[in-house]
């Protein structure tokens, strides 16, 4: 059974940054596209990045938001800068087997890490 355990999310004011990891046990890690995803509260879950054969960003996070993945150690990572209150949220990580990981197409979820921003 896949698992993924989200970490480093936390409290920060406006223009601060935070680095958001994932940690994959269970299966075989370069296999699986990887993403983020995040869902404030009373909205739906979006989109925020993506990491397969290529790299993928939403609009709010191109420019400010880095992700990236550690094969070696089953990690994927999310660097968050310039951090806005609309970044405020909780940040999921998502897996899928072979194809890009979507909204409604991932295959595992983790169990999220809060990101609040202060303005």
């Known amino acids: 059974q896949v698992q993924l355990v989200e970490s480093g999310g936390g409290s920060v004011q406006a223009g601060g940054s935070l680095r958001l990891s994932c940690a994959v046990s269970g299966g075989t890690f370069s296999r699986y596209s990887m993403g983020w995803f995040r869902q404030a509260p009373g909205k739906e879950r979006e989109f925020v990045a993506a990491i397969w054969r290529s790299i993928y960003y939403s609009d709010s996070a191109k420019g400010r938001f880095t992700i990236s993945r550690d094969n070696a150690k089953n990690t994927v990572y999310l660097q968050m800068n310039s951090l806005k209150p609309e970044d405020t949220a909780a940040y999921y990580c998502?897996?899928?087997?072979?194809?890009?990981?979507?909204?409604?197409?991932?295959?595992?979820w983790g169990q999220g890490t809060q990101v609040t921003v202060s303005s």
């Open positions: 998502a897996a899928r087997l072979g194809l890009v990981v979507t909204t409604t197409g991932s295959d595992y």
